[in-house]
């Protein structure tokens, strides 16, 4: 174990955090039964403040907040924990489900409550760095709560080295953290298919330029971009996820619309497959003497784990008796990216393996064990412990 890891004791911190597992847990029960969406994160964040019980804590991208502990001056470590659910309708059968119609399925409950114990445990140790905890909100929706943290200079003002982040994740086992160098989640965008045509009896479609029709060339077509002008070496998506137009069977409609999500893992996918969107739904669309426009809307970049971060904190995770199993990398995206384009950043994947079929994040009967939050204030603290070294050298 490293000079800078024994100063800090890592033992120490880690007893520490299991005296504040009881109130941790009590804290996910809280923000679970009462969760708020993207945007109104305001009494979720006042929930973490009170159970942190701090004075001076920063407000940023509106209803997130930043905490410093440790040395008031210096670099500092980030921890980022999302603050907003998801508008699903819990069916966990949990004691403490929630009932209002949203829901934290996607785990971020348990990594506030695993950040809040890591906090309060830090708060009875001399730090060798400064820990900076970031409860972000907006990260299931646009405008991205981490964009506009990075944007609002605070991180620089507080010296931020690296960002370390912790997602807890169904199909990863239970007992395992992934980590991985490079690429793990892809950059995701959305986009919006207006195809304007002129609309008239569904007997007499002669007289029209049906919008519909233009509109499924377009999306069968668009089935190509990947298939045929992306390397098959690159791993990307291209999918559309609603399909609206007209509200009678024997009228043929004036519009039609389409959305989906363009994902990539590396930019110059990422602006090709842009460009050959825009070109196939116009020339799509005029074939069919219809027009149209595509309306993309960029999302998060790619998310991609520091190497070097990875090579230290592995060996200590495995020491703290994490299984450390091969990558989880996939199409999915979190604006934790945001931070990893600018700072040595790692996202872990921490298993809660459940055997119930199909549960997925964002499922609706997505609700891991308690015992989740200590897991998460683990991985947190033995990941702060090893770029701690890093950042202090």
């Known amino acids: 174990m490293t000079s800078t890891t024994s100063q800090l004791d890592l033992t120490l911190l880690l007893s520490l955090i299991d005296e504040q597992i009881p109130s941790a847990v009590a804290l996910r029960h809280e923000i679970h039964r009462d969760p708020q969406l993207s945007g109104h994160e305001g009494p979720t964040a006042d929930a973490v403040i009170s159970a942190l019980g701090v004075v001076g804590e920063q407000t940023v991208a509106e209803t997130g907040r930043l905490v410093r502990i440790g040395p008031a001056t210096g670099p500092a470590i980030g921890i980022r924990a999302e603050l907003d659910a998801l508008p699903v309708r819990e069916q966990s059968g949990a004691a403490f ?65 690296s960002v370390i982040g912790v997602h807890v994740h169904p199909n990863v086992p239970r007992g395992s953290v992934t980590t991985g160098a490079g690429v793990v989640n892809a950059a995701s965008d959305e986009f919006k298919i207006v195809v304007e045509g002129s609309g008239g009896h569904a007997a007499y479609p002669h007289k029209t330029a049906d919008p519909i029709v233009a509109l499924a060339s377009i999306i069968t077509a668009a089935q190509t971009i990947v298939s045929r002008r992306i390397d098959p070496m690159h791993p990307a998506v291209l999918s559309f996820g609603s399909v609206l137009s007209g509200n009678a069977a024997n009228v043929i409609p004036t519009t039609a619309y389409a959305t989906g999500s363009i994902r990539t893992t590396n930019y110059e996918d990422r602006d090709l497959i842009a460009r050959e969107l825009a070109a196939l739904v116009s020339h799509v669309a005029e074939a069919h003497h219809c027009t149209a426009r595509l309306e993309l809307t960029s999302g998060e970049p790619v998310l991609r784990n520091d190497p070097g971060l990875v090579a230290v904190v592995d060996p200590l995770l495995r020491a703290e008796g994490f299984e450390v199993i091969d990558p989880m ?46 897991s998460v204030a683990r991985v947190f603290a033995a990941a702060y412990a090893a770029t701690a070294e890093l950042v202090a050298r």
């Not at 979190?334 to 079929?357: A, I, K, N, Q, V």
């Open 329 to 374: 990398r996939s199409c999915g995206s979190d604006d934790f990216s945001f931070y990893s384009d600018l700072y040595p950043s790692l996202m872990m994947f921490l298993g809660t393996e459940s055997h119930r079929e199909g549960l997925s994040l964002h499922s609706a009967d997505f609700c891991p064990d308690d015992e989740a939050v200590a």
């Open 97 to 161: 489900a929630s009932t209002t119609g949203a829901m934290h399925a996607c785990g971020h409950d348990v990594h506030i409550a695993g950040a809040v114990a890591l906090a309060k445990a830090a708060m009875q140790v001399d730090l060798p760095v400064a820990l900076l905890f970031i409860f972000q909100p907006r990260e299931e929706s646009y405008p991205s709560g981490a964009k506009d943290i990075v944007a609002s200079g605070l991180l620089e003002a507080h010296d931020v080295r």
